[in-house]
């Protein structure tokens, strides 16, 4: 998500939904599960399930 897709919409991070995914600066990503929970990839233990994070974050839904 590091350039502008016409079938990615930034989205108010208050409104994500499940599937969007969540951004920060092309550092760290993450994929909104629902119940302010989130999927993200931990190069030193893999994909692990853990609170939602917000600051710094930008979320985007990718759209058809």
Same mark, same amino acid.
């Given at each position: ?24 600066? %092309? ?8 119940? +302010?929970?989130? !999927?993200?990839? @931990?190069?030193?233990? %893999? ?8 600051? +710094?974050?930008? !979320?985007?839904? @990718?759209?058809?």
């Amino acid at each position: 998500l590091h350039r502008v897709d016409r079938r990615q919409r930034q989205m108010c991070i208050r409104d994500r939904q499940k599937g969007d995914i969540l951004n920060n600066a %092309g550092q760290h990503m993450m994929l909104y599960i629902g119940n +302010g929970m989130v !999927a993200e990839s @931990i190069e030193t233990t %893999g994909v692990r399930i853990t609170k939602l994070r917000t600051k +710094g974050y930008k !979320a985007y839904r @990718i759209t058809e």
